[in-house]
């Protein structure tokens, strides 16, 4: 038989696998609401601003205090990763592909809403139980598909990817590109321009027509939900042809 692994106290805490005390004061303090502190002040002030310090302020305890629940702040920002996930998405009624849209849009609006979480997530498995209950709805969605499991955790993770690609890039659009500031350009429109103007034909044949043909003209900004639905559904195709190859 294997050995049965000792779980990190943290992960014991967070799937509620601590022994309880019988005896002594029952504490005043609990996980949960130490994570929703952390997550307020990364909200509002960004991971910058979170610390053992500010977080034992907002819930009012010493700082010393707050290492009874948490071991170090890396253990926090694993708590606030996971408890920053609210609950997946209704399955009930969808396709498999109609609900892995929805869940992969919904995980870049909670990145999009908690832009803190690409610092901490981008490598990051899940391991926390909110997390792991988005991964066991996609995993859900595929069955009877005809794909085994390897293949149904591949699509949950591709499309995770996607999601964080996405948002990583709305955020960075969002504050701007030092690199251009004195060029003049705003967007993907201006960006456009630019390169018509810049490539040479002979040495960038397709990429140079491209520009000259308008591929980016007309773009509001650097980021939009149509370039976003447009990757999602080429993802989402390829899954569909896979299970089309599996059933045949």
Known sequence: MAEERSLPPMLRRMWGREPVPRRGPRPRLDLATITAAA???ADAEGLAGVSMAAVASRVGVATTALYRYVDSKEDLLTCMADGVAPEPPDPA?????????LWTRAQ?????RHTWLLSITQYAPPLGPRRLLWLDRALAALAGTGLDDGEKMNVASTLTGYALTDAALARAAESGFPELDQSGVEGADDYGELLAEMLDPATYPALSAAMRGGAMRGAAGWTEDADFAFGLGLLLDGVEQLITRRSS
């Open 39 to 41: 997550i307020e002040i």
């Open 93 to 101: 009624g969808l396709s498999w592909r109609d609900y892995l849209a």
């Open 108 to 112: 870049r609006d909670i990145l999009l």
